[in-house]
């Protein structure tokens, strides 16, 4: 896996956050082609620390 570039989305990315907002977070990875969604969130989950959620 190779990150590419990471681009900010959702409230804080609008200047519409408070305090309590969560940070959202698109990442564009190499590397994960042909693997499917439960195969890149074990990657992800590997990788990120541990109090760190996400999505799909």
Known sequence: MV???AYPVGSRARG???EESD???VL???GV???NR???L???LDVLA???????
């Not at 541990?50 to 799909?56: A, D, G, L, S």
């Open 42 to 44: 074990s990657l992800f």
């Open 3 to 5: 990150f590419r570039e």
């Open 50 to 56: 541990p109090k760190v959620e996400f999505m799909v």
């Open 28 to 30: 564009l990875i190499d």
């Open 38 to 40: 439960i195969e890149r």
């Open 16 to 18: 519409g956050c408070v």
């Open 33 to 35: 082609q042909g693997l």
């Open 23 to 25: 940070a959202d977070v």
